[in-house]
């Protein structure tokens, strides 16, 4: 719908990362862990079944010239050159990992409404999967939608309807998507990394804030 409407772009990002990924079970892991080094970073974050999700993210370069040429390798070059212990333990694992891979693309947000259509999810608002955190926006945004809808059909005129949930959207969302884009950079260095992933941390905690009084925001007024 997107393309089909020429959505424009109101924010682009700089920055793309590639990520292999692959579920495996016996991997143990009580929360998120995330590994960073110099040009690439690794993970695991736990799923449903007992699964773990490990992924090892490089800049799209390393990807297109090594990971992608023998994925199974690359990701074991990769993971051990990050978090060797993981490394060991998916080497250990009885269970043959299937890779998923991603080259990578820009973050953006789009305009998300227009005569006729609207977008939701990643079709209007899309960052790098590094910071592991778009299923909630398309969540979020699927809801300020039908509120703008609701508000829209309650009376209020489309444009300011829908503009509040660009609006509220954007708000929401611009701290995060800047500060996904910095950590995608891999320009970073151990102190200045940390100074964003706190940023990252800060961006979450207010946006799941402003979720909790959703209803109590403008859209309602
Ligand atoms: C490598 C990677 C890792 C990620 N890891 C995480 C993570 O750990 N945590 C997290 O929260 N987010 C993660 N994300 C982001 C997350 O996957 C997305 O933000 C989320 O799936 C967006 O949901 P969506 O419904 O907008 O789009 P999608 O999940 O892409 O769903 C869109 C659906 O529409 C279908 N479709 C497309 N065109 C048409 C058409 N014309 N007609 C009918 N159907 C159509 C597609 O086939 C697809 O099934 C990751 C993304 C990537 C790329």
Same mark, same amino acid.
């Given at each position: ?14 920055? $793309? ?25 690794? &993970? ?41 212990? %993981? ?5 250990? $694992?009885?269970? $043959? ?6 080259? &990578? ?39 300020? %939608? ?38 995608? $950079?891999?320009?970073?260095?151990? &102190? ?30």
């Amino acid at each position: 719908v997107a393309r089909l409407v020429s959505a424009p772009t109101s924010h682009a990002a700089n920055h $793309s990362v590639a990520t292999v990924y692959t579920y495996l079970p016996g991997i143990p892991a009580e929360g998120y862990e995330w590994y960073f080094d110099h040009q690439k970073a690794a &993970g695991l974050i736990p799923t449903n079944d007992g699964e773990v999700c490990v992924f090892v993210s490089t800049p799209p370069d390393r990807f297109r010239n090594e990971l992608r040429r023998d994925v199974p390798a690359g990701f074991a070059t990769v993971l051990a050159e990050t978090a060797p212990d %993981l490394a060991e333990l998916v080497a250990a $694992s009885p269970v $043959s990992p299937r890779f998923r891979a991603w080259e &990578g693309m820009h973050g953006y947000l789009r305009m998300p409404y227009g005569p006729g259509w609207a977008l939701v999810g990643d079709a209007g608002y899309f960052k790098d999967p590094i910071t592991a955190h778009g299923i909630t926006d398309a969540f979020r945004d699927a809801e300020l %939608l039908v509120a703008a809808i609701v508000a829209a059909a309650g009376g209020i005129p489309e444009v300011a309807a829908f503009g509040a949930y660009e609006e509220v959207r954007d708000r929401m969302s611009l701290p995060l998507f800047h500060a996904t884009d910095e950590v995608a $950079s891999f320009r970073w260095h151990t &102190g200045g990394l940390m100074d964003t992933l706190m940023q990252v941390s800060r961006a979450m905690s207010a946006e799941g804030e402003m979720l909790a009084g959703l209803h109590a925001t403008a859209l309602a007024a």
